[in-house]
């Protein structure tokens, strides 16, 4: 009896082990990663190989196929002919200069998100994520307002005396609301680095006598070095190959190189020279990634070193005491500064659009209130324009998250529980999307839609789409599945549940918030995107923030700002759903 009893035990143990391999993704890791892979290989993959064969064709035809005659004409206009360069060269120099200005005011806003305290840390982090998860048109609006002739910043500077100053239509305004849109994202790529910090190393130094400004340089600087590398390569992808708010704040008197993609693909129909010049802001952003990961590399124990030693070497002791004090006595209020310069340029240009949705003016970009109106708000519910770009952004949005979920959570599994000796490299693979231009991908997946007219063009957005949320939902996603409770598994496979019956009732349940979170940010992200999506639009397919760019690009009728403060409100409304399920911070760590 007891013989026959433990080989049968010991096959409830092994089955009720398989079970839980089988719902965690362990048995079975290739089949698990096999549909993300899949689609990013068709929605990604494909339309960059597209892209680099495009650039070697010859000028031909519009709608031409690709032949095997490869020439290199295209790239050889670009580098020779002096617009070109410039346009390429000012681009980068516009990436570096955001990416700077984001440094210096992310650090700050970083810096204080990690010093709030608990009980309003979801608080602050929303005040960062309103803005991050808000389209980069609505953004842009913003900072046009803000930067008017009776804006504040004009105002402001004819106060000081400066007279009346253009601020519009140049590289400070293109500049700014670039960094902008972008210093969300340095924020959050700091926080996660400072909030993870020993807070005992910050309060030995100190206790050592340091200062603010010696304390920052001598150990929250190199401490949080591997996050700013991530902030600097983000930010400088994403400011180099953006074109919308150029198009918008540079008044087609600046020029970058997405929009010269923008109009050599859709204007001109030249679509070899438009691909070459994407390949080459492709090229530029992985140059300038590997060498922030070199310069980060090198700079990492030279900074540590460094700060433990008088400012100035020790040639001068003197002077590096000074140095340091005068440092110390301005670190608080340059913190407070920079502070409100960071809080300020998220959330005011936000403001001005509420603000301006009911100012009873014709044109949007009027700064100055002349009247309180609703008018705005009834002509967007009577614009059947607007209704039917917003269903087309509903309808896409929830389809990409339908199908990121099924991709997602899979993939989510087997990072997180199966044993891969390279499991990190495949990982990285899988954000590999994030990491390169999406204008590149635009150009692709157009001249594809183009190749087989067959395929309706919401299928292209939608497989774009959901390569461009799917590395956000899988990372949170990830997160999730790593914090389950595999104990509860273990027992419901103990008390004879199946392996769906576990699914259902254990794992679902615990991945609820989890699934719901990255839902919302995933949903957000898609309904906001339009630096690719202008590329692939119909009339039949076109989503409401690619309309209020057409908008905002010709008639700048005041409905824009009305139709932006919707999308304002329902960014809020789901960002506080979200904040009921999960700690902000939490979330988007994840």
């Known amino acids: 009896m007891v013989a026959s009893a433990a080989p049968a035990g010991g096959a409830a143990r092994s089955g009720a082990r398989e079970s839980v391999a089988w719902s965690a993704g362990e048995g079975r890791p290739g089949l698990f990663l096999a549909p993300i892979v899949l ?12 892209v680099a064969l495009l ?13 095997a005659e490869l020439t290199a004409e295209h790239f050889q206009a670009l580098l020779t002919d002096a617009y070109y360069v410039r346009i390429i060269v000012n681009t980068v120099l516009l990436g570096l200069g955001v990416t700077t200005a984001c440094i210096v005011l992310g650090y700050p806003v970083a810096a204080w998100l990690a010093s709030v305290p608990a009980r309003w840390k979801s608080l ?44 519009l239509f140049g590289w400070f305004a293109v500049g700014l609301a670039l960094t902008q849109v972008f210093l969300p994202f340095m924020i959050m790529a700091l926080y996660d680095g400072l909030q993870g910090q020993d807070r005992r190393l910050v309060e030995a130094a100190e206790g050592l006598g340091a200062g603010r400004a010696r304390t920052f340089f001598g150990v929250t600087l190199p401490l949080s070095l591997p996050s700013l590398r991530g902030g600097i390569v983000v930010v400088f992808l994403l400011a180099s190959s953006a074109y919308v708010s150029a198009t ?64 100035g070497g020790t040639r001068w002791p003197w002077l590096a005491r000074s140095g340091w004090a005068a440092a110390d006595a301005l670190a608080p209020w340059v913190y407070r500064l920079l502070l409100a ?17 009911v100012n009873d003016v014709p044109q949007a970009t009027v700064a100055s209130f002349h009247g309180f109106t609703w008018r705005w708000y009834r002509a967007v519910l009577d614009n059947q324009r607007y209704i039917g770009a ?54 692709g997946m157009l001249k594809l839609l183009q190749w087989y007219i067959e395929i309706p063009a919401f299928f292209g957005l939608l497989a774009i789409h959901v390569v461009m949320v799917s590395p956000f939902m899988l990372a949170m ?61 119909t009339a039949q397919t076109q989503t409401l923030p690619v309309r209020i760019y057409a908008e905002a690009s010709f008639s700048l009728e005041n409905t824009i700002n009305a139709v932006s403060t919707l999308i304002i409100v329902a960014t809020v409304a789901l960002l506080a759903l979200l904040g009921r399920l999960v700690r902000l911070d939490h979330a988007w760590r994840r």
């Open 477 to 537: 996603l990830r997160a999730s599945v790593a914090a389950l409770d595999r104990g509860l598994e273990e027992a419901a496979q103990g008390l004879g549940a199946g392996r769906l019956a576990t699914l259902v009732q254990v794992i679902l349940p615990q991945l609820a918030p989890g699934l719901v979170a990255a839902s919302i940010i995933g949903f957000l992200i898609s309904f906001g995107e339009v630096t690719v999506t202008a590329f692939l639009v």
């Open 124 to 167: 602050a982090i929303a005040l960062v994520l309103v803005p991050l998860l808000t389209n980069v048109v609505v953004r842009s609006l913003g900072v046009m307002m803000l930067l008017a002739p009776g804006g504040i910043f004009a105002s402001a500077l004819r106060g000081l005396g400066f007279g009346q100053v253009q601020l």
């Open 248 to 311: 918008l704040l540079g008044g087609k008197k600046i020029w970058v190189s997405g929009m010269l993609v923008m109009q050599e693909a859709m204007a001109l129909l030249n679509y070899p020279f438009a691909a070459a010049l994407a390949m080459i802001m492709l090229a530029c952003s992985i140059l300038a990634t590997a060498m922030v990961n070199l310069v980060v590399a090198r700079l990492t124990p030279w900074v540590a070193q460094r700060a433990t030693t008088d400012l």
């Open 341 to 357: 310069l960071g809080l300020g340029l998220l959330l005011l240009p936000m403001g001005l659009v509420v603000v301006a949705s």
């Open 39 to 50: 689609w990013l290989a068709g929605g990604f993959a494909l339309p960059l190989a597209v």
């Open 55 to 67: 650039s070697f064709q010859p000028a031909g035809a519009p709608f031409a196929p690709i032949t």
């Open 390 to 443: 917003f269903q087309v952004s509903l309808q896409l949005a929830f389809a990409t998250i339908s199908i990121a979920l099924l991709l997602t959570v899979p993939a989510a599994f087997a990072l997180a529980r199966h044993k891969l000796g390279r499991r990190e490299l495949i990982a990285a693979l899988l954000m590999l999307p994030l990491a390169l231009p999406g204008i590149a991908k635009a150009v």
